[in-house]
């Protein structure tokens, strides 16, 4: 059958484990792996702007001795002209596998549903599941192991990074907090299944509002954009209601001495992280940026070896 990547739980905690492996196989020796040598072609679609996901998918296929073709939705016939069912029909018959950043999670799985080939996830409103392969792998180098870890995320709880942790950090066994102002903390059902992957992981899961307790004695410290793609018309609104959750010099001083900041990005400096947080010595940034290539491309191996 063939296997799919649209939210963090769709691995297993071994097969996460595996993959982060052969990321770091792939770091250490680049052109190691050819799968889609010939070459394949993998079609990556992008409803929403990028420069990592883009940039490190198009370097990544090519790494695998494929063929990116990067799509704009905007000239394509999918978004409204076409449905995704329809569209994976006629892409199935000649790549090797979809990539497809867009807004409704529904839209993935409605892709994926009879697909012959894989279906990744670049980022959908819920989740950012190929970032946190990524996150894990660079948390992973600074730390050693992932089991056991405190990771603490600071800002808007609903938004698909904070969610993704949630997904992500229990299945590698981590202590997963996440603080948010009321009306901003994560959905229910992935708190849910966050809690129930915790369970077979001694992870754990902590929905809390208060950013200096969940920051506090925390290893890893992480924050995302205030004001997500597609959430434009609600910025002032956002910014007014984040304001509390910065994460600056004072917040990072809970956690512990040796914790880590990490940060998707495009970040909006003096919103969601200060300047000194940032750009600070605490800040694993540009690895956690140079990560999101050796952990896509173990994830097309392990998916395209399984398809
Ligand atoms: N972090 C991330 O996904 O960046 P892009 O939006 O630039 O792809
Ligand atoms: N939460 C952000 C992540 C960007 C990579 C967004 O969806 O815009």
């Known amino acids: 059958m063939t296997r799919h990547f649209l939210r963090d739980d769709d691995i297993t905690p071994a097969e996460q484990a595996e993959i982060l492996d052969l990321a770091l196989e792939l770091k250490s020796d680049r052109w190691a792996r050819k799968p889609l040598e010939g070459p394949q072609t993998v079609a990556v679609i992008f409803d929403k702007s990028s420069t990592r996901t883009r940039v490190s998918f198009a370097v990544g296929i090519a790494d695998l001795g494929g063929a990116p073709l990067i799509i704009s939705t905007a000239n394509s016939q999918l978004g409204g002209k076409e449905t995704p069912a329809d ?23 409605e892709m994926s549903r009879d697909t012959t080939v894989p279906v990744i996830n670049a980022l959908s409103d819920d989740f950012h599941p190929c970032q946190l392969l990524a996150d894990l792998l660079t948390i992973r180098e600074h730390k050693g192991e992932l089991s056991g870890l405190t990771l603490t995320f600071i800002g808007d709880g609903a938004c698909n990074m904070a969610q993704s942790y949630l997904l992500a950090g229990a299945t590698a066994g981590m202590h997963v907090r996440i ?50 793609m597609g959430k434009e018309e609600e910025k002032a609104a956002r910014l007014e209601s984040l304001s509390a959750y910065r994460v600056d010099a004072q917040l990072m001083g809970k956690a512990k001495s040796d914790a880590v900041f990490m940060h998707c990005l495009p970040a909006d400096r003096g919103f969601e992280v200060s300047g000194d947080v940032i750009d600070g010595p605490q800040s694993i940034i540009w690895d956690e940026a140079e990560n999101r290539l050796h952990a896509q491309k173990a994830l097309m191996v392990w998916l395209l070896e399984r398809a």
Not at 92 to 109: C, D, F, K, N, P
Not at 193 to 203: H, I, L, M, P
């Open 87 to 109: 569209t994976a029909r006629v892409l199935e018959r000649m790549v090797s596998a979809i990539v497809w950043r867009t807004y409704g999670q529904s839209g993935l799985e």
């Open 179 to 228: 603080a948010s102002p009321r009306g901003y903390a994560p959905n229910e059902a992935v708190v849910a299944d966050a809690r129930s992957r915790a369970e077979q992981t001694n992870g754990s899961v902590s929905v809390l509002t208060d950013a200096s307790e969940a920051a506090a004695g925390a290893d890893v410290i992480v924050t995302d954009t205030w004001v997500s």
